[in-house]
């Protein structure tokens, strides 16, 4: 979905990993060819702390394809382009993109722990 052929409006859909709730923005925007930085939040215990995050975008098939995790994984097609910041004391974790894609552009999440996903698209 686009609100001009300029901006991409980005979708961000909170999820809730077994241990706590995780939670952030529900709609990002940003340029093509510009950036945008997501921040999520989540509760501060010993298994959110410790729990892998990541970044992926859900597809029509339902999959949510990972983009960038803290387990040092980056999508190809993103490499160069994402960084994902984990702040455990503060709760929250970051991800930025730049060089934003007119098919970059729907659901994106920030989930942590097992959420179903696949690590290439």
Same mark, same amino acid.
């Given at each position: 979905m686009?609100?001009?052929?300029?901006n991409a409006l980005l979708p961000?859909? #909170?999820k809730e990993p077994a241990s706590s709730t995780l939670y952030g923005p529900r709609f990002l925007t940003?340029?093509?060819?510009g950036s945008i930085?997501?921040?999520?939040f989540y509760s501060i215990t010993p298994a959110n702390r410790h729990d892998r995050k990541f970044w992926c975008k859900r597809k029509r098939d339902g999959i949510c394809y990972t983009i960038i995790s803290t387990t040092n994984f980056i999508a190809e097609d993103h490499m160069g382009r994402v960084a994902l910041e984990?702040? #455990?004391?503060?709760?929250t974790f970051m991800v930025t993109m730049t060089q934003l894609k007119a098919r970059g552009?729907?659901?994106l999440l920030c989930p942590m722990g097992?959420?179903?996903h696949q690590t290439s698209s």
């Open positions: 686009f609100t001009s052929l300029t961000s859909f #909170p940003g340029a093509v060819g930085t997501h921040q999520c984990d702040v #455990p004391q503060n709760g552009s729907g659901g097992s959420l179903p």
